[in-house]
């Protein structure tokens, strides 16, 4: 699988592992990078990177539902992070 695809699939489940804690907005942006990915790939990926950086950004977020964190899906939303910024590394 290459790498575009790699970063659409990261893209959905984030997409849908914020949504399950009720994240709309972090979801929202995510979805507009993923539905420009096809058309922008280097801008995409700029983009997305440009979401790592500072406070508020996409590495602050902590999924909780019910007032509860929610442990499994915090480790697996870490672990996509990374992999998502590195796959946007090597295209950028």
Same mark, same amino acid.
């Given at each position: 699988? #290459?790498? @575009?695809? #790699? /970063?659409? +699939?990261?893209?959905?489940?984030?997409? #849908?592992? @914020?949504? &399950?804690?009720?994240?709309?907005?972090?979801? !929202?942006? @995510?979805?507009?990078? #993923?539905?420009?990915?096809?058309?922008?790939?280097?801008?995409?990926?700029?983009?997305?990177?440009? &979401? *790592?950086?500072?406070?508020?950004?996409?590495?602050?977020? /902590?999924? *909780?539902?019910?007032? +509860?964190? &929610?442990?499994? !899906?915090?480790? !697996?939303?870490?672990?996509?992070?990374?992999?998502? *910024?590195?796959?946007?590394?090597?295209?950028?």
């Amino acid at each position: 699988m #290459n790498d @575009l695809k #790699n /970063i659409e +699939q990261i893209l959905i489940r984030m997409t #849908n592992l @914020l949504r &399950l804690s009720n994240v709309e907005g972090w979801a !929202e942006v @995510l979805d507009e990078c #993923n539905r420009k990915l096809s058309v922008q790939p280097v801008e995409s990926t700029i983009k997305i990177l440009s &979401l *790592y950086g500072g406070m508020g950004s996409l590495n602050d977020v /902590i999924l *909780y539902k019910n007032g +509860q964190p &929610l442990f499994q !899906e915090n480790s !697996e939303f870490d672990d996509l992070r990374g992999n998502l *910024y590195q796959l946007c590394k090597k295209i950028k």
